[in-house]
């Protein structure tokens, strides 16, 4: 029996395939009216039905219960979850930007980080056998019908290849990149609207959906997520120091257009707190270990996780932690990965702040004639140690990050997308570290940055702090 199987990225993706396409999104044609109309009828009557329904329950029961706004917002992610990717990805944002959004719509969203239904197997089988060239029974020794999980974007299945070798394949739901492209130009018109609002306009709702935009051509490339996961794998191993994460291999072989084929894992999410204490997994060890390979991703290799919800960080049953799921990457300007690096090397070493004013000025974030670089790195050093000193458990780091970016909003200068993604990545991180490792200070562990910045070894070493092996 022939145990090798060549689809169509056997070689690995043409370089045609790793383009974003993305269609202009303030062009919304005549195909778009239809659906536009189908979502405004879809959310004004979720919504309609939720406050109806609020209203009668609080005439019946005499309660007060939750809140006018909290109805309204559950029936909006009522709609948000039939009307399917777009809208889904539009509530787990709101739901992971803490502060930007009013509260009830932020916790009414977080139920778009649960999965959503799957779509048929027949239409699963299709995608496969049009993506692979063969019938299925010729593609793997068995496959599995029924999904492991199942999301706004695609789903995921257990197969065996034919070597044997377990596996699994993402498959993405038919039609989904033309149905958000024709969703986002909707909802950029609507935009453009709630941006004419003073009180709207801060928020940049044109831009916010133009990013949505970008981010959403970026997940439907599936050529693009599996050589991004390829080379995040790579990036692991460049130091030979980070033998306890990994990433999926990816076996060019089974993947396509549609199709990601890559190692099959087991394990459990990096927030099962009560799991990990029953395995005596030690958290704060292994969370250490992760993190140091995504501040090296960030500010050494390019490429960083652009999504590091706890659905997408596992602990494996072998103890080691594994990053998935590659649809949403960032890469950081050189200047602000130059700042990043400088503003940790300040923290952990030296106390130079006056470099990372100069850093601010040099992206505009602080404008020259404010000072010089020693008076304002005095008053800078005055207001962020107290912040750095805390245990995890004790500062808000999302919220530290805000600061920077309003801070750079205020004073005119343009703060990165990709800073806005970062800032995402270290809410995350937060929380994980408040369930694992409470004590430990994140920005002050000379560990995090031993192949960043070169003298945090020796730094280490003149400390008596040795680094987990």
């Known amino acids: 029996m022939d145990t090798t199987f060549r689809g169509p990225y056997a070689e690995g993706p043409p370089s045609g395939a790793l383009a974003i396409n993305a269609p202009d999104v ?62 889904v990805k539009a509530g787990q944002l709101i739901t992971s930007s803490p502060g930007v959004f009013p509260e009830p719509l932020a916790d009414a969203c977080k139920r778009c980080l649960n999965e959503v239904p799957p779509f048929p197997s027949a239409e699963v089988r299709k995608v496969i056998e049009e993506d692979l060239g063969a019938p299925i029974d010729q593609i793997f020794a068995k496959f599995d019908d029924v999904p492991l999980a199942s999301a ?33 130009k909707n909802l950029y018109k609507i935009a453009k609207l709630v941006g004419r609002s003073k009180r709207a306009d801060r928020l940049q709702p044109t831009k916010l959906i133009e990013d949505m935009h970008l981010t959403a051509n970026q997940e439907v490339n599936c050529a693009l997520e599996a050589h991004r996961q390829s080379q995040y794998r790579s990036h692991i191993g460049a130091f030979d120091d980070n033998p306890d994460v990994t990433a999926p ?18 394990g459990v999410t990096i927030d099962s707190f009560e799991a990990l204490d029953e395995r005596k997994v030690d958290g704060e060890t292994l969370l250490r270990k992760g993190m140091k ?5 960030m500010l ?10 706890a659905g997408n960080i596992w602990v494996l049953d072998d103890g080691r932690a594994a990053f998935l799921d590659f649809g949403l990457m960032g890469v950081l300007p050189p200047q602000w990965q130059k700042l990043m690096t400088d503003l940790l090397r300040t923290v952990q070493i030296d106390d ?9 000025k040099d992206v505009g974030v602080l404008p020259e004639d404010i000072g010089t670089d020693e008076e304002v790195g005095m ?20 919220d530290v990050m805000k600061q920077q970016i309003d801070l750079a909003e205020s004073m005119g200068a343009k703060a990165p997308q990709e800073l806005m993604l970062v800032a995402k990545q270290v809410f995350y991180f937060e929380r994980y570290v408040k369930g694992l490792a409470p004590n430990y200070v994140m920005i002050k562990d000379l560990f995090l940055t031993k192949n960043i910045i070169p003298e945090s070894k020796a730094v280490a070493k003149a400390k008596g702090i040795a680094f987990p092996s």
């Open 26 to 87: 303030t062009k919304a044609g005549p195909q778009d009216l239809l659906r536009m109309f189908i979502v405004q009828l879809t959310i004004s009557l979720c919504v309609l039905r939720a406050v109806a329904a609020w209203a009668v329950r609080r005439w019946v029961t005499r309660r007060r219960g939750i809140s006018l706004a909290r109805a309204a917002s559950d029936g909006l992610v009522d709609a948000f979850e039939r009307l399917g990717p777009t809208f």
């Open 152 to 184: 706004s974007i695609a789903q995921v299945h257990a197969c065996v290849l034919l070597d044997g070798t377990e596996a699994v394949l993402k498959v993405q739901r038919p039609g989904v990149r033309a149905t958000m492209n024709s969703d986002l």
């Open 249 to 266: 291999e990816v076996f060019w072989n089974y993947c396509g257009p549609r199709v990601i084929c890559m190692e099959r894992m087991y």
């Open 293 to 297: 390979v995504a501040f090296e991703a």
């Open 300 to 309: 050494i290799h390019g490429p960083f996780h652009g999504d590091v919800h």
């Open 352 to 360: 130079n702040w006056a470099r990372v004013v100069r850093n601010y």
């Open 379 to 398: 008053r800078l050093q005055m207001v962020m140690t107290p912040m750095f000193e805390v245990a995890a458990g004790d500062v808000d780091l999302a």
